[in-house]
């Protein structure tokens, strides 16, 4: 048990800047004495004193803010920043190094018993203001943006933000950044068109851009398997974009 909270302690320090010390910790964050509170509320709700651990995790949500139901599992390492408004579900079920920011709920949809709140594996961050809703599971390592709302389950390490929440899809980030690339090299700029402005010209010349880019990867792989089978390709390389001068 002091192993847990030794470790509860210090995994403080690794999470929020700007903690002191462990006097500091002790006496002033609210989110460590919810977690103390409701691991004696859990102790009991588990041996069958179901009242006594609601009653002492009421006492905890009114002295910190922080509201954990009893039948809340929750892993070691635990830690809630801030906390204020916090609201943890009784079939919620959270791993080692979670942390929580003030405002997050991990709530159910629906009125029925049984498992109706959220699953975080190990290594979840959930930015404050942000609601993870239904019997749904939070991969390891993944990050839920401040304010999202979450009812999907959620793969490991990725990272969730929005309303609903959408997972940032980090190929398209690639795609675009190859369609900067070949642009600039044709010499003229992506006209500053994005995926959030569906301009229908700059959709098509996207959409071109990734055809002659695919265009030339091909023909530089074709005249590899050429010279590498025999035929000798004898034709000079293309000229290389950046060297390409418009004629006016
Ligand atoms: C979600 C989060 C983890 C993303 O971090 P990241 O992986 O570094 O992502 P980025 O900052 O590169 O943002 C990626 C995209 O998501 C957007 N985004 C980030 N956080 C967002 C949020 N909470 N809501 C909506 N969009 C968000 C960014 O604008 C960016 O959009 P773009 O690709 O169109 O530019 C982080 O923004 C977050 O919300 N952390 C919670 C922190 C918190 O609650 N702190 C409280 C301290 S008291």
Redesign the pocket.
Known sequence: MFRLIKEDINCVFDRDPAAQSVFEVITTYPGFHALIIHRVAHYCWGRGFRWLGRFISHVGRWLTGIEIHPGAQIGQRFFI??GMGVVIGETAVIGDDCTL?HGVTLGGTSWNKGKRHPTLLNGV?V??GAKVLGPIEIGEGA??????VVVKDVHADA?V??IPGRI?DREK?KTSKEREEIASKMGFNAYGATSDMPDPVAHAINHMLDHIHAMDKQLGDMKKVLNDSGLEYNEPDMPSLDDCEIKE
Do not use: L
């Open positions: 920043d801030h920011y961050v930015g404050a990050r839920i943006g401040s304010n999202s990272t933000v929005g940032i980030k």
